[in-house]
């Protein structure tokens, strides 16, 4: 087998391991992120328990949102029910077959697990919970924009990430950049029909960010391939998966001396061969 051929076969197990969700350089900065998010879910959660009225920040904001906005009853109507839970659950269905259809085994577990996991966290505890109320329906945090900024956060980090598909970084950042421009539309439309406060919105927005990244931390860890194990002086070198060493790698292991590339057919001469943790290279 040539020399090329050869290498890229011991590579092969190497590349078939499970890819991450996030480079290891912005884990600490998601990590952050997520807490910080979290945060400001707990401490608006606080200040709103148990109320049926807006805020300082609310009266604020609203009150220009809905001056701005109201005219156009239609369009907001038709924004909203992007967030509604039919088009979501649609979107998140289509996202993990393509992570499938791609071999983004990961990247479909983030979308199957993180997407359900907002809106369900949302719904069936953090409503009941805080008990904010407008108009008689419980509003904290707003449910469209949990599922909007979860889908936005998982396209984010599929396109974002390590095992990111091979395209431009232009097209990437514009598609990652739609997809937080939709989650926030449906936020403003919200506010605009008057169907949440502003804080529910915010809360919502970071429900939705602080799961996917929390989710996207936990697979990295439990994807993360075990340490190999080091091989003591004086024994053999573990051989490359699906390969077993020859007599005459175990001899020359044994001996101190460094096994050869088997692409020379002319015996195993040791002094042109060096080991590389578990694969055998050839310096000829």
Same mark, same amino acid.
């Given at each position: 087998?040539?020399?090329?051929?050869?290498?890229?076969?011991?590579?092969?197990? !190497? !590349?078939?391991?499970? /890819?991450?969700?996030?480079?290891?350089?912005?884990?600490?900065?998601?990590?952050?992120?997520?807490?910080?998010?979290?945060?400001?879910?707990?401490?608006?959660? %606080?200040?709103? #328990?148990?109320?049926?009225?807006?805020?300082?920040?609310?009266? %604020?904001?609203?009150?220009?949102? /809905?001056?701005?906005?109201?005219?156009?009853?239609?369009?907001?109507?038709?924004?909203?029910?992007?967030?509604?839970?039919?088009?979501?659950?649609?979107?998140?269905?289509?996202?993990?077959?393509?992570?499938?259809?791609?071999? &983004?085994?990961?990247?479909?577990?983030?979308?199957?697990?993180?997407?359900?996991?907002?809106? @369900?966290? #949302?719904?069936?505890?953090?409503?009941?919970?805080?008990? =904010?109320?407008? !108009?008689?329906?419980?509003?904290?945090?707003?449910?469209? #924009?949990?599922?909007?900024?979860?889908?936005?956060?998982?396209?984010?980090?599929?396109?974002?990430?390590?095992?990111?598909?091979?395209? &431009?970084?232009?097209? =990437?950042?514009?598609?990652?950049? @739609?997809?937080?421009?939709?989650?926030?539309?449906?936020?403003?439309?919200?506010?605009?029909?008057?169907?949440?406060?502003?804080?529910?919105?915010?809360?919502?927005?970071?429900?939705?960010?602080?799961?996917?990244?929390? #989710?996207?931390?936990?697979?990295?860890?439990?994807?993360?391939?075990?340490?190999?194990? !080091?091989?003591? %002086?004086?024994?053999?070198?573990?051989?490359?998966?699906?390969?077993?060493?020859?007599?005459?790698?175990?001899?020359?292991?044994?001996?101190?001396?460094?096994?050869?590339?088997? @692409?020379?057919?002319?015996?195993?001469?040791? /002094?042109?061969?060096?080991?590389?943790?578990?694969?055998? /290279?050839?310096?000829?």
């Amino acid at each position: 087998m040539p020399r090329k051929r050869w290498m890229e076969a011991m590579d092969r197990p !190497q !590349q078939s391991a499970a /890819r991450p969700l996030l480079a290891p350089a912005i884990r600490p900065a998601a990590a952050v992120l997520a807490a910080v998010c979290a945060a400001v879910t707990v401490f608006l959660g %606080a200040q709103y #328990t148990h109320q049926g009225r807006a805020g300082w920040l609310d009266r %604020a904001i609203d009150r220009r949102v /809905r001056a701005g906005l109201g005219w156009h009853a239609g369009l907001l109507n038709f924004v909203t029910g992007i967030g509604d839970p039919v088009p979501v659950t649609v979107m998140t269905v289509a996202l993990v077959v393509a992570c499938l259809a791609t071999h &983004r085994w990961h990247g479909a577990l983030l979308v199957a697990v993180a997407v359900p996991l907002a809106s @369900a966290l #949302t719904e069936f505890l953090l409503k009941p919970l805080v008990d =904010r109320t407008m !108009q008689g329906a419980l509003s904290f945090p707003s449910g469209h #924009t949990t599922g909007m900024f979860a889908l936005a956060g998982v396209c984010t980090v599929l396109l974002a990430g390590p095992s990111r598909p091979r395209t &431009r970084v232009g097209w =990437r950042v514009l598609l990652g950049l @739609a997809a937080y421009l939709a989650a926030t539309a449906v936020a403003v439309a919200m506010v605009g029909l008057g169907a949440h406060y502003f804080t529910d919105t915010v809360a919502g927005a970071a429900v939705g960010t602080s799961v996917v990244l929390l #989710t996207a931390l936990i697979l990295d860890r439990l994807g993360r391939p075990a340490p190999r194990p !080091q091989s003591p %002086a004086g024994q053999p070198a573990p051989a490359p998966a699906g390969r077993k060493l020859a007599p005459a790698e175990f001899s020359a292991a044994g001996a101190g001396l460094r096994p050869a590339c088997p @692409a020379h057919r002319g015996g195993w001469p040791a /002094r042109i061969g060096r080991v590389t943790g578990s694969r055998i /290279r050839c310096s000829r």
